[in-house]
């Protein structure tokens, strides 16, 4: 008797049933406020944006990619704090910069 034994490629930063595994950064993340909802470097700048997201960790609001200045992302590479959420958005929709998907 034969037996076949089948292997399953499963990616390290897979959760239980090939989900993605919850962003640790979230659990990093202290209790902000955030700044007013306005893009400062874009009003000094003249430019318009099209998103604005929230920093988690110091409440910095700023731009989003699709947006000229893109400046939530520059904040991000100046800091290091790894993950923002959609600041107009009645559902929370959080960024992992670190992670480069979704923070669940």
Do not use: F
């Amino acid at each position: 008797m034969t037996l076949n034994v089948v292997c399953m490629k499963v990616r390290a930063h897979s959760g239980p049933n090939g989900q993605e595994r919850r962003c640790e950064h979230l659990d990093m993340l202290p209790d902000v406020r955030h700044e007013a909802p306005e893009c400062r470097p874009c009003l000094a700048l003249g430019l318009p944006w099209s998103h604005l997201l929230v920093c988690l960790t110091c409440g910095w609001v700023a731009c989003s990619d699709d947006s000229p200045g893109g400046h939530a992302r520059a904040h991000y590479e100046e800091t290091d704090h790894p993950v923002v959420a959609a600041l107009d958005s009645e559902t929370p929709r959080r960024w992992c910069y670190v992670h480069g998907r979704a923070a669940l």
